[in-house]
């Protein structure tokens, strides 16, 4: 199969029982899940015992019905100027009590187009903040302070190497998941896109030597941060749970493979990010120069680029990408880390990380991933001609094309061309758990979501890419434009965040709500399939991955 060219950008986009055989099926009750419930609040107030001291100063949040909560935390120095593509330092010390009650600045990055597509922009209804260099903040949601020792999920964002925060999405809140698992919640801005993945080392020698991956050493100084602070906010620093999606699981894929993160978590979660490849350098030397070159910076000048503004430095990222090649393998990216064999290994995921080895994980990705009709309601009645003309326009081979088609052979082209995309997910995903269980040491739990809300935009909605994000967190219902708020969609959401929970709190997603989730192994590819009935199938999509592979 070729590379399927289905850019499913976060600046714009943000867009039976199976083949294998049924391995168990249950429709849980209301009784034995708690649903998801309301996302708003009764109460608000920012009280003393809301001051919680850090190792570089005292904070002061704000409590949300019993929920701590607290936003904009630094936990490294501004990396504007001087700082720029250098490792991420500790912040300095601050003495007076620093109020923590509003998300910091996000990585200075493009404008996102998803605006210009109402449906889109209603499916996803966006916060894009505010940008700013100093954007190396953190936030926490608590349900008790300087007591307990609670699992800590640490949050990454997605939006692939280049977008995203923290606070982009509505779902990232983490009041409710921190309430309903008694669990501490904490998500984290880094950088981006050439602020965080630029790599300097050819033209710049040491002092740029790790250029490339600052992006990806912020998340390491977030999660030392997290080692030392997370008993004052009542977490446990010795189990951590790291989980993003989309980029952000790409993230997660590589903070395992990454020798400086070892140690900081304990388990971890990524969703629809299988990224098990690397940057090239090569093609990081030839995208700096083309950097440069649009900066008018020769790469003896290199000190000029502290003065460069971040609007013209995001600019010159975006003239850089359209002079590089779309790379041919993995999901063609053009920002992203580079295997430079210190930071991050050359082919991370070539076999599981070996030091990561004890680190049990849940790999997963969603149904569609990608919807035609969203946004263009007239893609819904598409017949099979045109949808295989797509499908082929997107980087699929015909072949492939018609193996799906002969898969689902009653199905409406238009959902057909939008699984045979979601392939770009799901490939990596299957291989990424298979590789895990091969390891023998942490499990590996594969999933797939399926949900579709039928009372949205008439069900074109789909198992879009982010769909399951509103589910995992409990915030059905700060997301009412994606998910309708029905009674069927709460029951979901408790379903699959308890099965989150579950796995933060001892390395195993199940519950009592669910049907029996067993680990991939022993020739056995077992999927929790979440939808209005969650059950359990074994390789569901095995028909289609074979033909791609063919």
Known sequence: MGRINLHVDRRAALGGAGVGGLLAMAESSAASTKQGGSGGASRLATPPEAVVETKHGK???AVRDGVYTFKGVPYAKDTGGKARFLPPEPPTAWTQVRPALAYGPSCPQVVRAGWQNPETAFIYDWDDGYPGEDCLRLNVWSPGVGRGSRPVMFWIHGGGYEAGSSQELPSYDGERLARRGDVVVIS????????????????GGERYARSANVGMLDLVLA??????????FGGDAGNVTIFGQSGGGAKVSHLMAMPSAKGLFHKAIVQSGSLMEAGDPAAGHKLASEVLKALGIAPGELDRLAAVSAIDLVAAGEKAKRAMPRPSSGIGLIWQPTGDGVVLPANPWATAPALSKDVPMIIGSTLNEYSPSLGNPGNEEMDDARAKTTAVAIGAQ???????????PGMKPVEVLSR????????????????????????????????????????RVRAFHCAELAYCFDNVDRCLNSTGGTPEARALAGKVADAWIAFAKTGDPNHKGLPRWAAVGGGKIPNMLFDATC????????????ALAG
């Open 59 to 61: 904070v002061r949040g």
């Open 223 to 232: 999660l030392e941060w997290v080692k030392a602070n997370a008993a004052a």
């Open 535 to 546: 059950r359990v199938v074994d390789d569901p999509d095995a028909i289609e991955r074979a």
């Open 188 to 203: 984290v801005n880094h950088r981006l896109g050439p602020f965080g993945f630029l790599d300097l080392s050819e033209a």
């Open 398 to 408: 015909a072949k492939d094309w018609d193996a799906f088609r002969a898969a689902h």
């Open 420 to 459: 045979l995309a979601a392939t770009r997910f799901r490939v990596p995903a299957v291989v990424q758990a298979q590789r895990k269980a091969a390891q023998g040491g942490g499990k590996a739990w594969l999933y797939r979501f399926d949900y579709n809300p039928a009372s949205v935009l008439d069900g």
